[in-house]
């Protein structure tokens, strides 16, 4: 779905949900988690539905991730650098979630 338009001879690794990852140097965890395959970032607390980043400068907030062990960090507005942790955000679980179980 992406691709570069320009390659670098440098790459950095980080991992995204456990797998290591080669990125280039400059990226941002949005564009790291876009050329991963896949896109999702997080799901809402609603319904549950995927989102990925959207507006790739701060504005939309579709693009939370948790890094290195921080939760709810935009991953458009963040640099990658060697060994960055990165986790999709699952859906929280709701009140009326537990209430249910």
Same mark, same amino acid.
């Given at each position: ?17 456990g ?9 941002? #965890? ?7 395959g896949?896109?999702a970032? !997080?799901? =809402?607390? +609603? ?30 507005? #963040? ?11 699952? !859906?929280? =679980?709701? +009140? ?6």
């Amino acid at each position: 779905m992406f691709r570069r338009l320009h390659t670098s001879s440098s790459t950095l690794t980080i991992t995204l949900d456990g797998v290591a990852l080669k990125v280039a140097p400059g990226d941002s #965890v949005a564009a790291a988690v876009l050329a991963s395959g896949n896109p999702a970032c !997080r799901q =809402t607390p +609603v319904t549950g539905s995927d989102r990925a980043p959207f507006c790739m400068m701060g504005a939309c907030f579709d693009c939370l991730v948790e890094i290195d062990g921080v939760p709810n960090r935009q991953a458009c507005l #963040v640099e990658v650098r060697e060994g960055m942790q990165v986790r999709r955000q699952a !859906r929280p =679980t709701l +009140v009326a979630d537990r209430l249910a179980s």
